[in-house]
């Protein structure tokens, strides 16, 4: 395995193109000499570091194998294609995009199941009925036979599914699915519907590093720098920053911080100009609070990035690598 920090990213498709705009907020630019066609690439002024493009069920069974450090992935893969994930990673971030929820899907004409109990009835009459087990065509072996155990539903069999998983029940290989959707409209497409309780996960994008990856002093700091950035481009997305001249600033600013959560990184003279980080949601409360309190004016102005001495993203990492 290379020296290098690697973190595998998706190599097509909207998780690629998302993932590269996640990142390039973050200001940390991806780059892939050679193009589409090359397989490495690298972030611009990071040293130490390797990219590997990768599809994302590859991505995680690189993670759970130690190849990679990161990577990009939906945690519905983590839990499909990892054995014991809890031990053999370590949830960095979700990162926003990708959301998808794995289904049980069944055929609308089964007027009668509603919810997974009710589907538990309908197993047991098949077997009865047909001398055989109902199938279920899915991609998501793991995840279904855990599911299912958890309902104490054992009269099923699954069939393995390598194409368009919402075709089987017309097409007369299963009885029913499990797969993954986002938005419905393929399994309304497909004449399926999906039990009251019938969600078995709820699945985004989200940055995991692997735990049995040997994590090298220098791998940790480069994973400082990118986790940094990261970090300090998510802190400052929530808040904004506000200035003002008012007297007796130092009393202000604490009455700001106990009263609506802002803090002032900069501290504040008896009679100065006051530099707030407030809170998004409450600036414009804030700001005619000051104005109350006798500012002349106040100015409101978005944040790039907010680095501060602890990394919520980077110190449990840390931890968990170094234990």
């Given at each position: 395995?290379?020296?290098?920090?690697?973190?595998?990213?998706?190599?097509?498709?909207?998780?690629?193109?998302?993932?590269?705009?996640?990142?390039?907020?973050?200001?940390?630019?991806?780059?892939?000499?050679?193009?589409?066609?090359?397989?490495?690439?690298?972030?611009?002024?990071?040293?130490?570091?390797?990219?590997?493009?990768?599809?994302?069920?590859?991505?995680?069974?690189?993670?759970?194998?130690?190849?990679?450090?990161?990577?990009?992935?939906?945690?519905?893969?983590?839990?499909?294609?990892?054995?014991?994930?809890?031990?053999?990673?370590?949830?960095?971030?979700?990162?926003?995009?990708?959301?998808?929820?794995?289904?049980?899907?069944?055929?609308?004409?089964?007027?009668?199941?509603?919810?997974?109990?009710?589907?538990?009835?309908?197993?047991?009459?098949?077997?009865?009925?047909?001398?055989?087990?109902?199938?279920?065509?899915?991609?998501?072996?793991?995840?279904?036979?855990?599911?299912?155990?958890?309902?104490?539903i054992l009269d099923y069999r699954i069939v393995e599914s390598a194409g368009?998983?919402?075709?089987?029940?017309?097409?007369?290989?299963?009885?029913?699915?499990?797969?993954?959707?986002?938005?419905?409209?393929?399994?309304?497409?497909?004449?399926?519907?999906?039990?009251?309780?019938?969600?078995?996960?709820?699945?985004?994008?989200?940055?995991?590093?692997?735990?049995?990856?040997r994590w090298s002093s220098q791998n940790l700091e480069v994973a400082r720098?990118?986790?940094?950035?990261?970090?300090?481009?998510?802190?400052?997305?929530?808040?904004?920053?506000?200035?003002?001249?008012?007297?007796?600033?130092?009393?202000?600013?604490?009455?700001?911080?106990?009263?609506?959560?802002?803090?002032?990184?900069?501290?504040?003279?008896?009679?100065?100009?006051?530099?707030?980080?407030?809170?998004?949601?409450?600036?414009?409360?804030?700001?005619?609070?000051?104005?109350?309190?006798?500012?002349?004016?106040?100015?409101?102005?978005?944040?790039?990035?907010?680095?501060?001495?602890?990394?919520?993203?980077?110190?449990?990492?840390?931890?968990?690598?170094?234990?």
């Open positions: 395995m290379s020296e290098n920090l690697i973190v595998a990213l998706p190599s097509k498709g909207r998780l690629q193109e998302k993932t590269e705009a996640f990142f390039a907020k973050a200001g940390l630019k991806i780059e892939r000499p050679g193009g589409e066609r090359n397989y490495r690439g690298n972030i611009k002024g990071i040293g130490g570091l390797e990219i590997a493009f990768l599809s994302a069920s590859e991505i995680a069974r690189e993670i759970a194998a130690g190849t990679v450090h990161f990577g990009i992935t939906g945690t519905d893969l983590v839990r499909e294609n990892i054995d014991r994930p809890e031990e053999k990673t370590h949830i960095v971030t979700p990162l926003g995009f990708g959301h998808a929820d794995v289904v049980i899907a069944v055929p609308k004409a089964w007027i009668d199941v509603t919810t997974i109990a009710d589907l538990a009835d309908v197993a047991s009459d098949f077997r009865a009925s047909h001398g055989s087990r109902m199938r279920i065509a899915t991609k998501y072996v793991n995840i279904t036979r855990q599911f299912f155990a958890s309902h104490g368009a998983t919402e075709g089987a029940p017309a097409a007369g290989s299963a009885e029913m699915i499990v797969d993954i959707t986002s938005t419905g409209s393929t399994l309304e497409a497909n004449a399926l519907k999906v039990p009251e309780d019938g969600v078995m996960m709820q699945s985004q994008a989200h940055l995991v590093a692997s735990l049995t990856a720098q990118v986790l940094d950035q990261i970090a300090a481009q998510d802190e400052a997305q929530k808040l904004k920053e506000i200035r003002c001249t008012v007297k007796d600033a130092e009393s202000v600013a604490k009455q700001a911080v106990q009263k609506f959560g802002c803090s002032a990184p900069f501290g504040s003279a008896k009679d100065a100009v006051l530099t707030l980080h407030c809170p998004s949601k409450a600036v414009a409360e804030v700001a005619g609070w000051l104005r109350a309190k006798g500012a002349p004016l106040v100015s409101v102005a978005g944040l790039d990035y907010v680095f501060t001495t602890e990394n919520p993203l980077f110190d449990p990492l840390k931890k968990r690598v170094s234990s």
